[in-house]
């Protein structure tokens, strides 16, 4: 049940989006994440889509690993669903004290398709790049702010390591759940309050599972002499091929398409 869930891990694969600089992945990332919330208009979300849907083609991984499971939709659902009741407009249905409105379900329908956009986009990120790639494209999109005296490698290394420990935990939270349902905790229940009583047991185990890799990760580094960035050199330097420059003119491209058309809709 926990392999469902794969955020975090890498998928391997022959792609061309594999192929790319984590430098281009990351700008991409950030770039692609401004964008969609600076741009609102319906051609702008077109554009995204399309971006989105070429670059999953080219990333050739399956839709399904990409998104997870449906408690990522469910998630997403949920959370822009508050939108309905809050935003005037024209009342379409009455639930109560609860109002729903045409300007409500419009808000809702793009809010939701920004947190899955969102989602997939950070998913494919972590799928198409291994975790030393993604350290040490952090550590090199990040270098000029080592001139401010800020610890780019360690903030790059925590981040890269709390990413790759979402999997760990979330298998870790399926082992305990099993063992307990195997000793007579019922979790299929109907009962909301019920369930909650049954799932609450899980974090006590789950926390000290987490401690215990952190602890044993700790050593780990520790035992092979790992001093953060002091004299530390990288095995495969990261250096820029034809593809990753094409990468960047397309991005630009994207940038300068959605702020014609951003100009053009006002």
């Not at 990760?217 to 990753?244: C, F, N, V």
Request: glycine content about 4%; cysteine-free.
């Amino acid at each position: 049940m926990g392999k469902k869930i794969v955020f975090g891990k890498f998928y391997p694969s022959n792609s061309i989006i594999h192929k790319l600089d984590p430098r281009v992945k990351l700008f991409a990332m950030l770039l692609y994440l401004v964008e969609l919330f600076a741009f609102t208009d319906l051609i702008s979300y077109i554009i995204f889509s399309a971006f989105l849907f070429a670059t999953i083609i080219l990333s050739k991984i399956p839709i399904k690993t990409i998104v997870g499971s449906k408690a990522v939709l469910f998630f997403i659902l949920f959370i822009s669903s508050f939108n309905l009741f809050w935003i005037d407009g024209h009342i379409l249905m009455e639930i109560g004290s609860l109002t729903v409105t045409d300007k409500g379900i419009i808000k809702t329908i793009f809010i939701s398709i920004r947190l899955l956009y969102v989602i997939i986009s950070s998913s494919i990120l972590m799928l198409t790049t291994t975790p030393n790639q993604l350290t040490d494209g952090m550590i090199e999109t990040l270098k000029p702010l080592k001139k401010l005296n800020i610890p780019v490698h360690e903030m790059a290394m925590i981040t890269s390591i709390m990413l790759r420990f979402i999997p760990v935990l979330l298998d870790e939270a399926y082992r305990i759940k099993d063992a307990q349902a195997s000793r007579g905790t019922n979790f299929r229940t109907k009962k909301l309050t019920q369930k909650v009583k049954n799932y609450v047991p899980l974090f006590i185990p789950l926390f000290v599972s987490a401690f215990r890799h952190a602890n044993e990760l700790a050593l780990a580094m520790e035992a092979r002499g790992y001093r953060g960035d002091i004299g530390r050199t990288q095995m495969k330097p990261l250096k820029y091929q034809s593809i990753d420059y094409f990468a960047y003119s397309s991005l630009l491209l994207i940038l300068v398409l959605l702020v014609v058309v951003g100009v053009f809709s006002y």
